[in-house]
């Protein structure tokens, strides 16, 4: 079954010569939320402006809902909503007057019962008559989200939602995002906080240096690219390691009451039945047993570090 | 063609119009009481009549042609740089909108607010000089073709600019001499043969004579010149905006 977008083969290369993207395919289900995680210039805005008709790919494909970004741009475009990185809005213009213009540009008559269910979604009816510049930032971008919504699209485009704004406010826009999801808008997010994909997304796709460098459900990365560490604490601290018990990924702790194993969760033979059983031949008893998993930070950190940066 | 689209620019861009109301009022009336001081009371005095019409009647079209060119470009020309400047562009190139719906939005919005102060200047002449429209059809005609023609190259302006001085720089340096020299208070035929020749490869002069044409029956070049004039000026700019919305060219990367 195919995706409500398909990208195929995008690339775009800018007048300087910086390849923002490189031979990019991709699909993405309808319904879900996909992060697309990266580093500062990896490309991540520079996919979606181009699905979204901001920037022109200079090869390959992209259909939304079957349509063709170039030659069905009409059709396509009223599937989108987009959600900008920066805060843009007219400053005298009040809410409401704003959600109702996107609305009409996106060529929909007008329906003030559903610019008011937006508005009141995001808490925003209040305000509706504010002029825009007196809005706090967190409210301004809920602004964009509500103007984004104003056509009923299929598919929220999200920038970095969450930058520059602080926790609370960023898990309240979390709250906003699962609510849109579970209305069966598709979405889209960027952003380089790992904890905003981890808390949220269905599938997580890593971009570094214009490519895809992979996408997977957030349990699959964890499981594929996942360490875990095993902590035994000991009955007794050690004063060193014994040489019967050394092997790669063991250290004992500064003060020797503890054992820190890091195994590779998807290896054949984890080591650590054997692990347990050289404890007890080197008459070392524990005391108790726990694992740690590593965080998306550190296999997102894993997967970025493997080749050397480049400047764009 | 999306027809809400386009229309909500409209209003969109009327709206910002009559927000400033007074401003957009206050300013063309008291600079066109002003020009009928100086121009009609002061220089007026001294020259009395051109070909058979009292002077401060004569300047009445060259007055309106002067603000219609001015308002046309500066209110195309900001109508789209403002959505510029202020980040807003990216809704235009994100919706269902295309050049045509885009255009006619801010371009029709900029031509109605240069025709209705145009007006407005008509009728703050009535209180200064006895005034008769001989052509009242087509004088709405050159209006509009000439509104439309400016606010189309306005649109351009404001397409090309990159910051408000760049957006200053074609209407005060360009706009404003060429009305001056293209006979806005003054007949050609009252230049010596030589600047009469210079005169007449101003564009402006065609659309001014063709306007005053239609006050008083007096022109400097023939009419039919005249409405060829502005009628090419306007398919010359609408192939540019539809080529900068193709190409992207200062819109998108």
């Not at chain 1, 809005?89 to 003030?112: C, H, K, N, Q, W």
């Not at chain 1, 999200?158 to 826009?173: F, K, S, Y």
Request: glycine share 8%; charged share 20%; proline share 4%.
């Amino acid at each position: 079954m195919s995706g409500i977008i398909e990208i195929e083969n995008l690339s775009k290369q800018y007048g300087s010569g910086t390849r923002a993207l490189d031979d990019v395919s991709l699909s993405i289900r309808e319904g879900e939320i996909l992060a697309l995680l990266g580093p500062n210039g990896a490309g991540k805005t520079t996919l979606i402006s181009i699905i979204c008709g901001l920037v022109v790919p200079t090869s390959g494909t992209v259909r939304v809902g079957g349509h063709d970004i170039r030659t069905d741009w009409r059709a396509a475009r009223r599937l989108i909503g987009l959600v900008p990185q920066e805060i843009a809005l007219e400053p005298f213009e009040s809410v409401i007057d704003s959600v109702r213009y996107t609305r009409a540009l996106y060529g929909e008559p007008p329906d003030d019962a559903h610019v008011e269910a937006v508005l009141r979604s995001l808490a925003l009816w209040g305000k509706r008559d504010a002029a825009t510049r007196e809005l706090s930032g967190g409210m301004k971008r809920r602004v964009l989200i509500a103007k984004a919504l104003s056509h009923r699209p299929k598919v929220l485009f999200l920038d970095e939602p969450t930058a520059g704004v602080d926790v609370v406010l960023r898990r309240e826009m979390w709250d906003v995002v699962r609510d849109l999801r579970r209305s069966g808008v598709t979405i889209i997010l960027t952003t380089h906080y790992l904890e905003e994909a981890e808390e949220m997304a269905d599938r997580i796709g890593v971009i570094d240096k214009g490519k895809l460098a992979l996408i997977q459900t957030k349990a699959e990365m964890m499981g594929e690219f996942g360490r875990k560490t095993l902590v035994i604490e000991l009955d007794t601290a050690l004063p060193a390691l014994p040489a019967g018990l050394a092997r790669p990924g063991l250290a004992l702790s500064d003060d020797g009451a503890s054992l820190a194993y890091d195994y590779d969760t998807k290896a054949e033979r984890t080591g650590i039945a054997r692990l347990l059983g050289d404890l007890a031949q080197n008459g070392v008893g524990v005391r108790d047993i726990s694992t740690t998993q590593s965080s998306l930070e550190e296999i997102f950190m894993n997967l970025v570090s493997e080749t050397p940066r480049v400047s764009a | 063609m999306n027809r809400h689209g386009a229309a909500a620019i409209f209003r969109h861009e009327m709206a910002r119009f009559f927000r400033t109301i007074w401003q957009s009022i206050a300013s063309p009336v008291l600079s066109t009481a002003l020009y009928f001081v100086v121009f009609g009371s002061a220089i007026g005095g001294r020259i009395q009549s051109v070909e058979g019409v009292p002077y401060g009647a004569f300047i009445v079209p060259g007055l309106m042609m002067l603000t219609v060119l001015q308002q046309s470009v500066s209110n195309a020309s900001f109508g789209i740089y403002f959505p510029k400047f202020s980040g807003t562009i990216y809704e235009y190139l994100v919706s269902p909108v295309g050049w045509v719906e885009i255009t006619l939005g801010f371009v029709g919005a900029a031509a109605v607010k240069a025709i209705l102060i145009a007006f407005l200047i008509l009728a703050t002449s009535y209180f200064f000089v006895e005034m008769h429209v001989l052509h009242p059809l087509w004088m709405l005609a050159f209006l509009f073709l000439t509104a439309l023609a400016f606010s189309l190259l306005g649109f351009i302006i404001g397409l090309w600019a990159k910051s408000f001085e760049q957006l200053q720089v074609v209407p005060l340096m360009v706009v404003t001499p060429l009305v001056f020299l293209g006979g806005a208070f003054y007949s050609a035929d009252m230049l010596p043969p030589f600047w009469e020749s210079v005169a007449k490869l101003n564009p402006v002069l065609y659309l001014i004579s063709g306007f005053r044409w239609s006050f008083f029956g007096l022109a400097d070049v023939p009419v039919t010149v005249s409405l060829l004039a502005v009628a090419a000026m306007i398919v010359v700019c609408m192939g540019i905006i539809r080529w900068i919305f193709a190409t992207g060219w200062r819109l998108r990367d």
